[in-house]
């Protein structure tokens, strides 16, 4: 446990220097930030880098192989200006399950803004898998970041005591809303941004909590696939026994990812991003994956398209929030 503690210790210290041209008035990385309060001449300057080769390995023969360096330097590029510069904040609060998810989001928010202003918030239940609670304390440890413990064990069995047939699915949503619950509070409380930790893979199959999981403002890892999460957490110093142990989402004693999706990760990745790309069905069966597994993708991309959107608005002008009227960018 020391070992692989010392070894991510090692990696956070070791930040990847990262100098795009940057005009006057433009924030860097290191330097004081004050929300909206960072423009030069009333024009808001963006400090994000300028990406200049392919955020994929394109010597690796596999397709969702990532250059590791480049995507943990945009993600952390990426958190310094949309939590601080476009909103102001200076601290972040996120949910650390002891996953990998989570745990590869604490390792991105310390370097983005420092172990001091990260807080972590681990919230077990009493069916929690006490690994769960071992591995979140590595990172912990591995990062220096801040933690609190909220148990949630009796606010979950405050509300199912009202409705005794509420059955495991009922029961794991509303652990999962408890979680949001929890962290919002957090994040009223100390001035904090709430930051996601879900994965491409899981919002593509609609394998979250709606209203829970996907609640957070702001998701570094929300474009990553499963298995490129897992790459890059390596690459970053994530403690090896959180990567390599089967994914849970540690709702239902002896749940997996992978035995609830009826797929596993590596398989289901490659049929998404070809599915993604537009090619159809009989592409992909021509090129040798299985008709059951590319039917399986295909069918719960298509059936939660509507977890993935705002609730759907009934327009009445030309000015419907979410429709026609949509969030200026500032580039």
């Not at 250059?67 to 949910?95: H, I, M, P």
């Not at 304390?137 to 933690?147: D, H, K, S, W």
Request: net charge negative.
């Amino acid at each position: 446990m020391q070992r692989e503690i010392e070894r991510a210790s090692r990696h956070l210290s070791a930040v990847v220097q990262w100098e795009p041209a940057a005009p006057s008035g433009t924030i860097q990385r290191g330097e004081p930030v004050a929300g909206e309060g960072a423009r030069s001449n009333g024009v808001v300057q963006n400090p994000l880098p300028v990406i200049q080769r392919p955020l994929f390995d394109t010597a690796s023969d596999d397709i969702l192989n990532i250059d590791c360096a480049l995507v943990e330097n945009w993600l952390v590029s990426f958190l310094q200006d949309e939590v601080t510069r476009r909103r102001g904040f200076k601290q972040v609060v996120l949910a650390l399950s002891g996953g990998v998810d989570s745990s590869l989001v604490a390792f991105l928010c310390t370097k983005a803004f420092g172990p001091q202003n990260v807080l972590a918030i681990r919230m077990p239940y009493h069916s929690s898998s006490r690994e769960s609670l071992e591995h979140a304390q590595l990172v912990i440890e591995a990062t220096g970041i801040c933690v609190t413990t909220v148990d949630i064990t009796a606010a979950v069995d405050g509300y199912a005591s009202h409705d005794p047939e509420m059955d495991s699915h009922r029961k794991g949503n509303v652990m999962s809303r408890m979680r949001m619950i929890t962290l919002f509070d957090y994040s009223q409380k100390l001035g904090s941004l709430p930051i996601g930790t879900g994965n491409k893979t899981e919002r593509l199959f609609g394998y979250f909590t709606w209203h829970g999981d996907d609640s957070p403002p702001v998701n570094p890892i929300g474009d990553l696939f499963k298995t490129q999460v897992w790459q890059l957490a390596r690459y970053m110093g994530v403690p090896e026994v959180i990567v390599d142990k089967p994914a849970s989402a540690d709702l239902i004693v002896g749940q997996t990812d992978e035995i609830d999706l009826g797929i596993s990760y590596p398989d289901a990745d490659r049929i998404l991003h070809y599915l993604l790309q537009g090619y159809s069905v009989a592409h992909l069966e021509t090129w040798g994956f299985a008709a059951e597994k590319v039917a399986l993708v295909k069918r719960r991309l298509d059936r939660t398209h509507w977890k993935r959107h705002l609730p759907s608005t009934a327009m009445l002008s030309d000015t419907a929030i979410g429709e026609y009227y949509l969030r200026p960018l500032d580039f």
